[in-house]
């Protein structure tokens, strides 16, 4: 069991049943909202710390206020860039994210009795961020998510080569990938929402890809607190891409405990089995009796010691599901054509808090915190053991680029890499 916290009595109705919380229309116009933001951004909103302060938005029936976006200095980064951290808050979430990385340090969510608690993992400083250490903790993943064999690959008859981090491969887009750039941010919000538009140009031949990558990220978060990942990118040179977001969830709370009672499900009939290295093989195995089959919720911990080859690989659960779509998820020059399809969708029992995640990509890696060992202090104070909290990252499939088999992640000037995830928190 995780632990849940007890500091506070959830209010029942006589029937026994928990209150429900009921979320607020949004209340400002277009025009208030975009005064407010236009007024907020470049001047100082205190919160009290990493996680703390800011609007409470976690009262029953009280969900929250009008949507606003606003900003403050978070330190710099290791080349002395000045760091911008900017709180979103609508729907009754808010989230805390930060122009290094696109990080999202903080979302803090109303559980079913409207107790709002930081639901992801994350640092307190830009340093921890910045360390080697650091296993991605809520990171925009660029330009290309999750594994390249070898770091390497042949595009148009041209060989490229990236630089090694994890082993043999290249993982997350190389040593210096997007997750530790400095981002240039703005609020875009339209009515009823908090949004904040991400831009960042990587150069050709950054970490060893091809072509000047122009790249847009999008956090929106609507009136029901549901949040929209929204990523877009072109290429001036034929290059490979493949964008992720990498935020750790721990429904029960930052700090609590581990993610093994949650219950998971995932559709999707098949998955890619790895390699040691944590390569797939080109296959896309049935799920069909295996410790993979999340087809029908399932708690994470049921299975997860089981022995089976892929889950000793992995030391536990970090593999890359296909998604079965109604589209088929290819990219054939944009994904805009692709729908958002209903991916998975995680339920914390104790908390009742289910979050819902929906992609137009046709793959999901879920990794289930296997990596994280006691040595990494978080936003709470305490230390992160295995388990603490788990990532499902939106995608195509890893190491595409040498797998002829499987989506194209190939980007070619004129064509617009545009792919949308969205994140939705119930009670
Ligand atoms: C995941 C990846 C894991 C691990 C983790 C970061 O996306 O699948 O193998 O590298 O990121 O620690």
New binding site residues.
């Given amino acids: 069991m995780p632990e849940h916290p007890t500091s506070h009595v959830p209010p029942v109705e006589p029937t026994g049943t928990p209150v429900r919380r009921r979320r607020w229309p949004f209340l400002a116009g277009p025009a208030v909202a975009l005064a407010g933001v236009g007024l907020l951004a470049g001047t100082l909103v205190s919160p009290a710390g990493a996680t703390g302060g800011g609007t409470d938005p976690g009262h029953p029936g009280h969900p929250g206020g009008p949507a606003t976006a606003t900003v403050e200095p978070f330190g710099t980064a290791p080349d002395g860039t000045p760091v911008e951290r900017w709180t979103l808050t609508n729907g009754g979430v808010t989230m805390r994210v930060l122009t290094y990385g696109g990080i999202i340090q903080t979302l803090e969510v109303p559980d079913r009795w409207g107790q709002a608690e930081n639901v992801v993992l994350g640092f307190p400083d830009v340093a921890g961020y910045a360390a080697d250490t650091d ?2 903790f809520g990171s925009i993943i660029g330009r290309y ?2 594994r390249i064999a070898a770091g390497a690959f042949e595009l148009d008859g041209a060989s490229y080569q990236l630089p090694l981090n ?1 082993g043999p491969n290249t ?2 887009g190389g040593p210096e990938g997007f997750d530790d750039r400095v981002w240039a941010a703005k609020p875009v919000g339209g009515e009823g929402e908090a949004a904040l538009q991400l831009d960042l140009v990587s150069p050709a031949g950054d970490q060893g890809f091809p072509g000047t990558l122009t790249t847009t990220v999008t956090y929106r978060l609507d009136a029901e607190g549901a949040l929209t990942v929204h990523y877009r990118a072109t290429t001036d040179a034929p290059t490979v891409v493949n964008l992720t977001q ?1 935020s750790y969830f721990n429904l029960a709370g930052e700090g609590s405990g581990t993610i093994y009672d949650h219950e998971l499900q995932i559709a999707a009939s098949g998955y890619t089995p790895v390699d040691e290295t ?1 390569i797939p093989t080109g296959e896309v195995a049935p799920v069909e009796g295996t410790p993979f089959d999340f087809r029908t919720p399932v708690a994470i911990g049921e299975r997860i010691r089981q022995a089976d080859q892929q889950l000793l690989y ?1 030391q536990g659960y ?1 593999h890359n599901w296909a998604l079965d779509r109604e589209d088929d998820g290819d990219r054939e020059g944009s994904d805009a054509e692709d729908g958002l399809e209903k991916a998975a969708v995680l339920h914390d029992p104790d908390s009742g808090r289910t979050m819902t995640v929906s992609t137009t990509e046709p793959g999901l ?1 879920f ?1 289930s915190g296997n ?1 994280l060992d006691g040595t990494l202090v978080g936003t709470g104070g305490g230390a992160y053991r295995q388990g603490d909290g788990l ?1 499902l ?1 939106t995608q195509h499939f890893p190491d595409s680029p040498n797998q002829p088999e499987f989506p194209s992640t190939e980007l070619r000037p004129g064509e617009v890499y545009d792919s949308t995830t969205v994140f939705e928190f119930d009670d």
Avoid: I, K, T, V
């Fill in positions: 296993p991605y998510g999750n994890d993982l997350h990498h944590l992995g970090d890696q990794y990596f990532a990252e």
